[in-house]
T-cell receptor, first 115, second 116 residues
Framework: AQKITQTQPGMFVQEKEAVTLDCTYD???????LFWYKQPSSGEMIFLIY??????QNATEGRYSLNFQKARKSANLVISASQLGDSAMYFC????????????FGKGTHLIIQP | EPEVTQTPSHQVTQMGQEVILRCVPI?????FYWYRQILGQKVEFLVS????????KSEIFDDQFSVERPDGSNFTLKIRSTKLEDSAMYFC??????????????FGPGTRLLVL
């Protein structure tokens, strides 16, 4: 079974600052994927970024990057130059390497960007 | 850009009634999923579906739940006899495999179900 831990229930960050959202995972599978999703107050789940366990480089998507430290089993999301529209819940999730596997989600971090 | 769609956006039902939640996945995707999110809690996996059959299901997905892909575009979740604790946001997701590794799952906007 997989487990995702997000230790920051809430964060306040000043606009334009960079922010790091923590995520650690626990899995015995050698092949797995790590994901981050954003959930604004409207409720939809927006895919942000994906990191495969065998990827040699950290994933990046625009202002989002994933700080993947395999030995520490961490997959922190870094948002550069934060914007007011980044205020939302952020969920880290993982899936293992076989079949049509469901995602295991963490409890989320509520990020609030302050002007 | 293609997206997953879900209907209805909101549904209110009486305890014991059957509900069917509908989803139209992204057209070239092969993997389909249902998740639920009870208010204020994390998202929980219910079931995955591939090649016209259930691939994986969680312990939440008991006999009162069923899924179906009745045609080439729709994917449905049926709750046979709803309970108060079934009140939640239900998300459909679809995915495809890239490079034979994990697939990225794209979520629909959700159906908010309220059981009275």
């Amino acid at each position: 079974a997989q487990k995702i831990t997000q230790t920051q229930p809430g964060m306040f960050v000043q606009e334009k600052e960079a922010v790091t959202l923590d995520c650690t995972y626990d899995t015995s599978d050698p092949s797995y994927g790590l994901f981050w999703y954003k959930q604004p107050s409207s409720g939809e789940m927006i895919f942000l970024i994906y990191q495969g366990s065998y990827d040699q480089q950290n994933a990046t998507e625009g202002r989002y990057s994933l700080n993947f430290q395999k030995a520490r089993k961490s997959a922190n999301l870094v948002i550069s130059a934060s914007q007011l529209g980044d205020s939302a819940m952020y969920f880290c999730a993982s899936t293992s390497g076989g079949g049509a596997d469901g995602l295991t989600f963490g409890k989320g971090t509520h990020l609030i960007i302050q002007p | 850009e293609p997206e997953v769609t879900q209907t209805p956006s909101h549904q209110v039902t009486q305890m014991g009634q059957e509900v069917i939640l509908r989803c139209v996945p992204i057209s070239n995707h092969l993997y389909f999923y249902w998740y639920r999110q009870i208010l204020g809690q994390k998202v929980e996996f219910l079931v995955s579906f591939y090649n016209n059959e259930i691939s994986e299901k969680s312990e939440i997905f008991d006999d009162q739940f069923s899924v179906e892909r009745p045609d080439g575009s729709n994917f449905t979740l049926k709750i046979r006899s709803t309970k108060l604790e079934d009140s939640a946001m239900y998300f459909c997701a679809s995915g495809f495999r890239e490079l034979a590794v994990q697939e990225t799952q794209y979520f629909g906007p959700g159906t908010r179900l309220l059981v009275l």
